[in-house]
């Protein structure tokens, strides 16, 4: 769908397919998509539809059974390997021992900045997603919704080219996801990173994304793909626009018809 | 949104009333230990009673002889009996403060590596166990002479009769506890590119601390009774090991003088524990509901 050059989009995904050992279940299957620099992709889709999965093929974590995925024109282990990805689970995975501020250094130790920069750069995080005053507060002290902050500038921290992030903000309760979907916005907005976000939310999707990937599952596969055209920066009150309502709904009839078609085939057999 | 650090300000004002509150519970658990014995020992001695074992002067000495006995002198002219066994005391707790580390650190070693290979674990790990069927006393006679034929010291010899029986519970723990790391902390190590060694040390020893240490207070009580054992077979006298045999020969003239020896060897494995578990509050830092 672009004319850019494989080397220029910030993913490449080409016949990407993947078995499982056990089992032999497909969990994705010849799944085609280039992503360009700057957007924000989301993929939705049903429990077991391989969204997961296919965020971990993009990261390097799981290897394809067939298939291809370059990331910036190189391939997604030599970028893992370059430190390019960020990422962020549904759970924020803190690390009980360190404090707010060593948690979000931890890939720059690894990195290899000496303390000083370090220090630097924990600031400006801490500062990015309001969490100034928590930096020697342990895991443990924080609610999960800060939680949740310290996970995402931890994998900002090091300014990684691609943010994979599987339903964030899934465990976390209605309010402070909608309040934390305005802020990962901002943030996006400022980092200027390419992000892929999982989510099983309709409303979430639309409402983050420039472009939304529907999958369906067994095997998983995309069954469309939707350009989100609400307008930039993205406010609290676009959720009550007409538009946003179109949109869900257009995500939610690909979504059920393609759950449908699924029961109908298994119904034919 | 201020999160309550409540919990930890109430403990550090309360700390005088926490000690003494721990300090009245202590005596009172001493109190309560003198009391059955005494207790014991008059009624077995007004009623008779031969059952389990007859109640007299040299199978319970009373308390208060053991204890006082610490004040008396091994023989005419000779200082205390508690200086004579706080030197032994120092000996014994040299060799079991070498066997203890030797023990730590081969048993955390032999750990990470069994933890790092599946083939060397299922390899290895049935003679690691194998080697704690061993009596100690089996092993002791040629690691006094192995360590002898390469200049080991006395002592030092003995550390490692000790570490035998420590490093075992290290290994086992060690294990589990770098197996315990979180599954999602490792695969976000991965996607930063980390080294296994940086894994190892940034994610999966912190995370097997708890474990660690739990192994190291068994460790900790083993390595004293392992350095008193160690003694025996290599006829070691500065040792607590030796006194134990010597008043064990002239327990029927003298009971409480081997009583007395029990309570110093027990205090040094309490104060090998207390250590370790000091040690533990210092290092390790995980969530209050994770600190079992």
Same mark, same amino acid.
């Given at each position: 769908?672009?004319?850019?050059?494989?080397?220029?989009?910030?993913? !490449?995904?080409?016949?990407? !397919?993947?078995?499982?050992?056990?089992?032999?279940? &497909?969990?994705?299957?010849?799944?085609?998509?280039?992503?360009?620099?700057?957007?924000?992709?989301?993929?939705?889709?049903?429990?077991?539809?391989?969204?997961?999965?296919?965020?971990?093929?993009?990261?390097?974590?799981?290897?394809?059974? /067939?298939? !291809?995925?370059?990331?910036?024109?190189?391939?997604?282990?030599?970028?893992?390997?370059?430190?390019?990805?960020?990422?962020?689970?549904?759970?924020?995975?803190?690390?009980?021992?360190?404090?707010?501020?060593?948690?979000?250094?931890?890939?720059?130790?690894?990195?290899?900045?000496?303390?000083?920069?370090?220090?630097?750069?924990?600031?400006? #995080?801490?500062?990015?997603?309001?969490?100034?005053?928590?930096?020697?507060?342990?895991?443990?002290?924080?609610?999960?919704? #800060?939680?949740?902050?310290?996970?995402?500038?931890?994998?900002?921290? @090091?300014?990684?080219?691609?943010?994979? #992030?599987?339903?964030?903000?899934?465990?976390?309760?209605?309010? &402070?996801?909608?309040?934390?979907?305005?802020?990962?916005?901002?943030?996006? /907005?400022?980092?200027?990173?390419?992000?892929? @976000?999982? !989510?099983?939310?309709? &409303?979430?999707?639309? @409402?983050?994304?420039?472009?939304?990937?529907? #999958?369906?599952?067994?095997?998983?596969?995309?069954?469309?793909?939707?350009?989100?055209?609400?307008?930039?920066?993205?406010?609290?009150?676009?959720?009550?626009?007409?538009?946003? @309502?179109?949109?869900?709904?257009?995500?939610?009839?690909?979504?059920?018809?393609?759950?449908?078609?699924?029961?109908?085939?298994?119904?034919?057999? | 949104?201020?999160?309550?650090?409540?919990?930890?300000?109430?403990?550090?004002?309360?700390?005088?009333?926490?000690?003494?509150?721990?300090?009245?519970?202590?005596?009172?658990?001493?109190?309560?230990?003198?009391?059955?014995? %005494?207790?014991?020992?008059?009624?077995?001695?007004?009623?008779?009673?031969?059952?389990?074992?007859?109640?007299?002067?040299?199978?319970?000495?009373?308390?208060?002889?053991?204890?006082?006995?610490?004040?008396?002198?091994?023989?005419?002219?000779?200082?205390?009996?508690?200086?004579?066994?706080?030197?032994?005391?120092?000996?014994?707790?040299?060799?079991?403060?070498?066997?203890?580390?030797?023990?730590?650190?081969?048993?955390?070693?032999?750990?990470?590596?069994?933890?790092? +290979?599946?083939?060397?674990?299922?390899?290895?790990?049935?003679?690691?166990?194998?080697?704690? =069927?061993?009596?100690?006393?089996?092993?002791?006679?040629?690691?006094?002479?192995? $360590?002898? +034929?390469?200049?080991?010291?006395?002592?030092?010899?003995? $550390?490692?009769?000790?570490?035998?029986? =420590?490093?075992?519970?290290?290994?086992?723990? =060690?294990?589990?506890?770098?197996?315990?790391?979180?599954?999602?902390?490792?695969?976000?190590?991965?996607?930063?590119?980390? +080294?296994?060694?940086?894994?190892?040390?940034?994610?999966?020893?912190?995370?097997?601390?708890?474990?660690?240490?739990?192994?190291?207070?068994?460790?900790? =009580?083993?390595?004293?009774?392992?350095?008193?054992?160690?003694?025996?077979?290599?006829?070691?006298?500065?040792?607590?090991? $030796?006194?134990?045999?010597?008043?064990?020969?002239?327990?029927?003239?003298?009971? +409480?003088?081997?009583?007395?020896?029990?309570?110093?060897?027990?205090?040094?494995?309490?104060?090998?524990?207390?250590?370790?578990?000091?040690?533990?509050?210092?290092?390790?830092?995980?969530?209050? %509901?994770?600190?079992?």
């Amino acid at each position: 769908m672009s004319a850019a050059h494989t080397n220029a989009a910030a993913v !490449t995904i080409a016949g990407v !397919t993947k078995t499982f050992q056990k089992g032999g279940t &497909t969990a994705l299957q010849e799944i085609d998509l280039e992503l360009q620099p700057g957007e924000f992709v989301s993929l939705i889709g049903p429990s077991g539809c391989g969204k997961s999965t296919l965020l971990r093929v993009i990261g390097d974590l799981v290897q394809p059974t /067939e298939g !291809t995925v370059h990331v910036g024109g190189k391939t997604a282990h030599q970028a893992r390997l370059d430190r390019d990805y960020g990422m962020v689970f549904q759970e924020a995975v803190l690390y009980d021992w360190r404090t707010v501020a060593k948690n979000i250094a931890l890939p720059l130790e690894l990195a290899g900045w000496d303390r000083r920069r370090r220090a630097e750069r924990v600031k400006e #995080m801490v500062e990015l997603v309001e969490l100034a005053g928590f930096e020697s507060h342990h895991p443990w002290e924080l609610s999960g919704g #800060m939680q949740m902050r310290v996970a995402i500038a931890r994998a900002l921290s @090091f300014d990684p080219k691609l943010l994979l #992030m599987d339903e964030p903000f899934g465990a976390l309760d209605e309010m &402070t996801r909608e309040r934390l979907n305005l802020e990962l916005l901002r943030i996006w /907005e400022a980092s200027g990173s390419t992000v892929v @976000f999982v !989510t099983h939310s309709i &409303t979430e999707a639309v @409402f983050l994304s420039t472009r939304v990937v529907v #999958m369906s599952p067994r095997p998983g596969r995309i069954a469309g793909l939707v350009e989100i055209d609400l307008p930039q920066p993205r406010s609290a009150d676009m959720r009550q626009e007409p538009r946003f @309502f179109e949109l869900a709904t257009e995500l939610r009839e690909l979504l059920r018809g393609r759950v449908a078609d699924q029961i109908q085939v298994e119904g034919v057999h | 949104m201020v999160t309550e650090p409540a919990p930890l300000a109430r403990a550090e004002r309360a700390w005088p009333i926490d000690l003494l509150k721990r300090v009245a519970v202590t005596a009172l658990v001493l109190a309560v230990l003198w009391a059955f014995w %005494e207790g014991y020992r008059w009624l077995w001695m007004q009623t008779g009673w031969t059952r389990p074992f007859v109640v007299d002067e040299l199978t319970m000495p009373p308390l208060a002889d053991i204890v006082s006995r610490l004040w008396e002198p091994l023989a005419e002219g000779q200082p205390p009996l508690i200086r004579d066994l706080l030197d032994k005391s120092a000996f014994t707790a040299r060799e079991a403060g070498f066997g203890f580390a030797l023990g730590a650190v081969v048993g955390f070693a032999i750990g990470v590596l069994l933890h790092h +290979s599946r083939l060397l674990r299922r390899g290895f790990l049935p003679y690691v166990v194998a080697s704690q =069927t061993i009596p100690i006393l089996a092993v002791a006679p040629m690691v006094v002479i192995w $360590g002898g +034929s390469i200049g080991l010291p006395v002592w030092a010899r003995v $550390g490692v009769i000790s570490a035998f029986l =420590t490093f075992f519970p290290v290994t086992i723990n =060690t294990i589990k506890g770098l197996d315990s790391a979180d599954p999602r902390a490792l695969e976000l190590m991965r996607s930063y590119a980390a +080294s296994p060694w940086k894994v190892l040390w940034k994610v999966k020893f912190p995370a097997s601390l708890p474990f660690v240490f739990a192994a190291l207070k068994v460790s900790a =009580t083993a390595s004293v009774v392992g350095a008193i054992i160690g003694e025996l077979p290599s006829s070691i006298q500065d040792g607590l090991g $030796g006194a134990i045999l010597n008043f064990n020969q002239y327990y029927s003239l003298d009971p +409480s003088a081997l009583w007395a020896t029990n309570i110093v060897a027990a205090a040094l494995g309490i104060a090998f524990f207390g250590v370790v578990v000091l040690a533990e509050r210092l290092v390790v830092r995980t969530a209050p %509901e994770h600190v079992a």
